[in-house]
């Protein structure tokens, strides 16, 4: 399986930002997949995961109420729906994906891990 993110890029507090995840070579639908991030100096951060199936969405309480997790299952795409940012939302970000919902803070235990994108938030 593969992962690409995309959709990161420098903004001002208060923009908003929509990253995209690509999967390849396996069905998305069929795992958890999940949002992490990791700003400069900081260990990674959980952000968010969708279940393979019903209405079963979660988030850290850093980004809960700003950010929206959601998914295209016909294009195997997963999306980070990024309002209302402030610096302290640096970060590179990346998607994972994985059998269980499990939110490991380091991305060695996920199957399937994306590169990153890196998202700036700066006046």
């Known amino acids: 399986g593969h992962l690409v993110e995309s959709g990161g890029g420098v903004v001002q507090p208060g923009e908003s930002l929509r990253l995209s995840c690509a999967a390849s070579g396996f069905n998305m639908s069929n795992a958890f997949m999940n949002w992490l991030r990791q700003a400069p100096g900081k260990s990674l951060e959980w952000v968010s995961n969708?279940?393979?199936?019903?209405?079963?969405?979660y988030y850290a309480d850093s980004v809960k109420g700003r950010f929206t997790t959601s998914k295209d299952s016909a294009k195997n795409t997963l999306f980070l729906q990024m309002d209302n940012l402030n610096p302290e939302d640096t970060a590179v970000y990346y998607c994972?994906?994985?059998?269980?919902?499990?939110?490991?803070?380091?991305?060695?235990?996920?199957?399937?891990r994306g590169r990153g994108t890196q998202v700036t938030v700066s006046p």
């Open positions: 994972a994906a994985n059998s269980d919902g499990t939110r490991w803070t380091s991305l060695n235990p996920y199957k399937y």
């Open positions: 969708i279940a393979p199936s019903g209405p079963y969405i």
